[in-house]
T-cell receptor
Framework: EDQVTQSPEALRLQEGESSSLNCSYT??????LFWYRQDPGKGPEFLFT???AGEEKEKERLKATLTKKESFLHITAPKPEDSATYLC????????????FGGGTRLMVKP | NAGVTQTPKFRVLKTGQSMTLLCAQD?????MYWYRQDPGMGLRLIHY???????AKGEVPDGYNVSRLKKQNFLLGLESAAPSQTSVYFC???????????FGPGTRLLVL
């Protein structure tokens, strides 16, 4: 079964404490992996798109990486404003126009 | 450049009432999507469109209809609302298949 699983479900960090969020997928024919940030009451905000294993993208304190089975979102020296739910989604050959989303990781960064 | 906008932001309906949610995008994207987001269920695709005048069913299409009369607009209709349609609805658009989807701010719908 095609699946996208994110872990952990929730993560509490102290300000400045670096960590990583995981997105593992079991789909064949990956065409793209997408990371989004979602704040309460708002729509998902695009962060990164990764298309092939080995690809990495960075933006401020965030860095996304991709392997053939999983993606990591590394957060370096997080700040309280990084608190949000982080969603990953995949697009793959048999899914047509659908994105398959993981359940999300709720990140809380305490000052 | 507003990106993807949705109206209304919030709506309360009684069971059996109808309504239309409007999505507009100013990025000249060909593809547009309607999702619903429910606790514990994540984001699920309702309907999508690959261009003006086209629509197709997604994962959870029952109880909804859509229309794409203009490239920049995508309408989601509920003909006879049910409490199970209480949800947050998001519209998204993309340049093409397997490309990044950009989301709107959402419409919170409560059906009593």
């Amino acid at each position: 079964e095609d699946q996208v699983t994110q872990s952990p479900e929730a993560l509490r960090l102290q300000e400045g404490e670096s960590s990583s969020l995981n997105c593992s997928y079991t789909v064949s024919g990956l065409r793209g992996l997408f990371w989004y940030r979602q704040d309460p009451g708002k729509g998902p905000e695009f962060l990164f798109t990764l298309y092939s294993a080995g690809e990495e993208k960075e933006k401020e304190r965030l860095k996304a990486t991709l392997t053939k089975k999983e993606s990591f979102l590394h957060i370096t020296a997080p700040k309280p404003e990084d608190s949000a739910t982080y969603l990953c989604a995949v697009s793959y050959n048999n899914a047509g126009n659908m994105l398959t989303f993981g359940g999300g990781t709720r990140l809380m960064v305490k000052p | 450049n507003a990106g993807v906008t949705q109206t209304p932001k919030f709506r309360v309906l009684k069971t059996g009432q109808s309504m239309t949610l409007l999505c507009a995008q100013d990025m000249n994207h060909e593809y547009m999507y309607w999702y619903r987001q429910d606790p514990g269920m994540g984001l699920r695709l309702i309907h999508y469109s690959v261009g003006e005048g086209t629509t197709a069913k997604g994962e959870v299409p029952d109880g909804y209809n859509v229309s794409r009369l203009k490239k920049q607009n995508f309408l989601l209709g509920l003909e006879s609302a049910a409490p199970s349609q209480t949800s947050v609805y998001f519209c998204a658009s993309s340049y093409g298949i397997h490309k990044t989807q950009y989301f709107g701010p959402g419409t919170r719908l409560l059906v009593l």
